[in-house]
């Protein structure tokens, strides 16, 4: 089994940054490739961004330009940089790892982003 943990999310500023992070633990080797979802209240959960092992990466329209993941394998541990964020990036995001042995989500973290 993978277990992840994210942190980092908050409060921001419309045009503020944050960065939020997903540690992974456990089966971590068997992970092929990781990203991160969202979810606004009221609404479906929707991928924001992903990364592969090899460091092959895909984002939602709606960040391209704004938004940054990355993954750090000697530390276990993905990224998300969001820059210039918007009061419709509020949400709840949550950590996913798709490995061999199922896919896992993390708890999620709440971010908020005031006008």
């Known amino acids: 089994q993978v277990q992840l943990v994210e942190s980092g999310g908050g409060l921001v500023q419309a045009g503020g940054s944050l960065r939020l992070s997903c540690a992974a633990s456990g089966a971590v080797f068997s992970i092929n490739a990781m990203g991160w979802y969202r979810q606004a209240p009221g609404k479906q959960r929707e991928l924001v961004a992903a990364?592969?092992?090899?460091?092959?990466?895909n984002y939602a329209g709606s960040v391209k330009g704004r938004f940054t993941i990355s993954r750090d394998n000697a530390k276990n541990t993905m990224y998300l940089q969001m820059n210039s964020l918007k009061p419709e990036d509020t949400a709840v995001y949550y950590c996913?790892?798709?490995?061999?042995?199922?896919?896992?989500w993390g708890q999620g973290t709440q971010v908020s982003v005031s006008s």
């Open positions: 990364i592969t092992s090899g460091g092959s990466t």
């Open positions: 996913k790892s798709w490995s061999r042995g199922g896919d896992y």
